[in-house]
């Protein structure tokens, strides 16, 4: 991977005291790239669909889970969250986008740029995460609301009938203070490995393209646990 290193902080709206991490990433690879980072850092599995909002109001998804024919409605497309580059994404340091989570619970994560980093200035292999707090909210537990309930119950007595229910429905080693960088690095070194290249052969490296290539992600994502 070429250019410039990102340095990049993800925090979770409407949640206090604060979980956020913060982590480096190289500026060439996608939005598509950047989900995988961001599930990854987070502590998310995948389990539900995901867009990103830029700063100018326009929305980017996987190409796989976007509803085509929404302009005959007078809605705007997504774009393909593989075609947009952090460089795009992110011009200049303070630059932030807006990453959504499971539509349901509604996870909102707003993540900013802090600084471009000299990539001759690091030895860790990217991507890498440098800082956090706190641990990732469970999946399917209500949302913003439901965490801090639980998290209420879990320091205290639960303050009402679905209190109760969360506490029965979470595993006992839940900490929601709990938070490992190395695990998290550990996760990133795991599942962010560049794809494979393909042999081409002569014939294909000399033929013109009359259409362009579809970029592809760079990070394959693999779900927790194989």
């Given at each position: 991977?070429?250019?410039?290193?990102?340095?990049?902080?993800?925090?979770?709206?409407?949640?206090?005291?604060?979980?956020?991490?913060?982590?480096?990433?190289?500026?060439?690879?996608?939005?598509?790239?950047?989900?995988?980072?961001?599930?990854?850092?987070?502590?998310?599995?995948?389990?539900?669909?995901?867009?990103?909002?830029?700063?100018?109001?326009?929305?980017?998804?996987?190409?796989?889970?976007?509803?085509?024919?929404?302009?005959?409605?007078?809605?705007?497309?997504?774009?393909?969250?593989?075609?947009?580059?952090?460089?795009?994404?992110?011009?200049?340091?303070?630059?932030?986008?807006?990453?959504?989570?499971?539509?349901?619970?509604?996870?909102?994560?707003?993540?900013?740029?802090?600084?471009?980093?000299?990539?001759?200035?690091?030895?860790?292999?990217?991507?890498?995460?440098?800082?956090?707090?706190?641990?990732?909210?469970?999946?399917?537990?209500?949302?913003?609301?439901?965490?801090?309930?639980?998290?209420?119950?879990l320091a205290d007595e639960p303050e009402d009938e679905w209190a109760e229910e969360l506490l029965d429905w979470v595993d006992d080693d839940y900490d929601p203070?709990?938070?490992?960088?190395?695990?998290?690095?550990k996760l990133l070194k795991r599942y962010c490995q560049p794809k494979a290249a393909k042999k081409k052969t002569a014939k294909k490296a000399?033929?013109?393209?009359?259409?362009?290539?579809?970029?592809?992600?760079?990070?394959?994502?693999?779900?927790?646990?194989?």
């Amino acid at each position: 991977m070429t250019g410039k290193v990102l340095e990049l902080e993800v925090e979770l709206e409407w949640i206090e005291p604060r979980i956020w991490r913060r982590f480096r990433i190289p500026s060439d690879v996608s939005l598509g790239d950047l989900h995988v980072v961001l599930q990854l850092v987070m502590g998310w599995t995948d389990s539900h669909l995901h867009m990103f909002q830029l700063k100018d109001g326009r929305r980017a998804s996987d190409e796989g889970q976007r509803f085509s024919g929404l302009a005959a409605f007078g809605l705007e497309e997504d774009l393909d969250e593989d075609e947009i580059s952090l460089a795009e994404a992110f011009p200049r340091v303070r630059s932030k986008l807006l990453y959504e989570y499971d539509f349901g619970d509604g996870w909102r994560h707003v993540v900013r740029l802090v600084a471009r980093v000299n990539p001759a200035d690091l030895s860790e292999p990217l991507p890498h995460a440098v800082a956090g707090a706190r641990a990732c909210p469970l999946e399917d537990s209500g949302g913003p609301g439901g965490h801090e309930t639980l998290v209420r119950a879990l320091a205290d007595e639960p303050e009402d009938e679905w209190a109760e229910e969360l506490l029965d429905w979470v595993d006992d080693d839940y900490d929601p203070e709990e938070f490992s960088l190395a695990e998290v690095n550990k996760l990133l070194k795991r599942y962010c490995q560049p794809k494979a290249a393909k042999k081409k052969t002569a014939k294909k490296a000399t033929a013109k393209k009359k259409t362009a290539k579809k970029k592809k992600a760079q990070w394959t994502w693999a779900p927790r646990g194989s």
